[in-house]
DNA sequence: TAGTGGTCTAGACCACGCT
DNA sequence: GCGTGGTCTAGACCACTAT
């Protein structure tokens, strides 16, 4: 590992491991090479190779077993629930829902999509309309739109075959590791075609989720719009 | 520091070290003594003592400078703007809210708000009911319950010498200082008075951000309810 | 028994802030 | 120049997992 100084060696390490990750050097669930063996390879001490280690651990990109050893990240049921879902029950019950497509369809992304998206005005966008059911009722509606680049074909998928939790699907067919993302929350009044889906009368307040996706790469990988019935249930956020 | 195996040193250095600025040991933005001397004392070495502060500041309970040293965090405006308030303008403009309150008294706790400061049914609680201004319009509601044992006479205090941030109010009077939060989102209609407050029409959609805040000790020191107008404002969060 | 990550130590050197 | 936290190393020992 060079040292052109002022840039700490374990960020670069941390860093080109980062690189090895986007580029799809190792497989989601696969095992990362042993510190000692990274160590060497790129000529630093194991304490660095491990700080660097433990830093794509605490961003959720690998997972340290004790015994075992670093694998790369996978999206499971856990991770999706306690990182990704952030809808609560009231009464403090966590579950994933369950999900029902309506509609997937492709075209030229308007403006505003290949804006959320930073792909160029026009470029093939793939758009996923769901329902999320919680409680067996449907609490959420779904409007998700994605970079036609990054997943070839996907609007062909059967409807009924698209899974409940996307971020597998992403991973395992189109090697697309949603790494971060971020969510602007809005009040917002249910129009009467959400209003009939979610059981409410038109009019009545809901709660609208608007996320950025990002893959490990920081290319933004899917942009979803949730609007959610919040009349028994909550979205939790802590504060540090 | 004895080692009663299986609770690794540092997290006994660290829980020490908590303990202390819990009990108020430090005054908030005083330096901590230096590492050697944490470490000489406690019978660890450097590195545990540093594994140990380095925990603290990732939980912002301390703050670390090259070359000057650790210090008791503060609430400064920075941490309230960064950490402790989520509404941004959609323009991507952070900015703290202005604060009028409009009134504050004491009296019984009610059952719920028992509930909420985990207090007796019955004990002093004092309300406090503020609005709170962006781009010098009013944009939040909110209603404030604090556990009176916590807050000795902070009824009685002149409504306009309330300052727009409490938390420093707190810290510096009380010698409570709010470690971390957790907030409960929802879609809400506003009721005619709060519709009256934010220039909104009665039954408009508003985001209640129900907050329960914690003091160092783990104690809950403050309830908060702000319902916010969310049509030029969003509220943020990062999901890893 | 061998290999993995987790803890802990001791010490060197660097970058920064002060005086 | 001196004291602070930040980086980096080398090595010991522990706890866990597999075989």
Redo the contacts between chains.
């Keep these: 590992m060079e040292t052109p100084k002022s840039r700490p060696l374990y960020v670069q390490v941390r860093e080109t491991l980062l690189r090895r990750l986007a580029d799809g050097h190792w497989r989601a669930g696969s095992a990362l090479p042993a510190e000692p063996a990274i160590a060497a390879e790129l000529g630093v001490s194991q304490g660095t190779a491990r700080r660097a280690l433990d830093d794509l651990a605490k961003?959720?990109l690998v997972v340290r077993r004790q015994g075992k050893g670093t694998f790369v990240a996978e999206h499971t049921r856990e991770r999706a629930l306690f990182?990704?879902f952030?809808l609560?029950g009231d009464g403090g019950k966590r579950a994933l829902p369950g999900s029902r497509v309506l509609s997937v369809k492709a075209g030229p992304a308007t403006r505003e999509e290949a804006r959320r998206l930073a792909i160029p005005a026009g470029a093939k966008a793939v758009r996923l309309h769901r329902l999320r059911t919680l409680d067996g009722r449907v609490a959420i509606v779904e409007r998700i739109v994605l970079p036609g680049a990054l997943y070839d074909g996907i609007e062909r998928l059967d409807r009924a075959s698209l899974p409940n939790e996307l971020y597998k699907l992403y991973e395992q067919r189109y090697g697309v590791s949603v790494?971060?993302?971020?969510?602007?929350?809005?009040?917002?009044?249910a129009g009467p075609e959400d209003a009939a889906h979610l059981g409410l009368r038109s009019?009545?307040?809901?709660?609208?989720i608007?996320?950025t996706a990002y893959a490990l790469d920081g290319r933004v990988c899917e942009w979803r719009v949730s609007r959610?019935d919040?009349s028994s249930h909550?979205?939790?956020?802590?504060?540090?």
């Design positions: 961003a959720n990182h990704f952030h609560v790494a971060h993302a971020a969510e602007r929350l809005k009040a917002a009044t009019g009545s307040p809901v709660l609208e608007d996320r959610c919040t909550h979205y939790a956020a802590e504060v540090v």
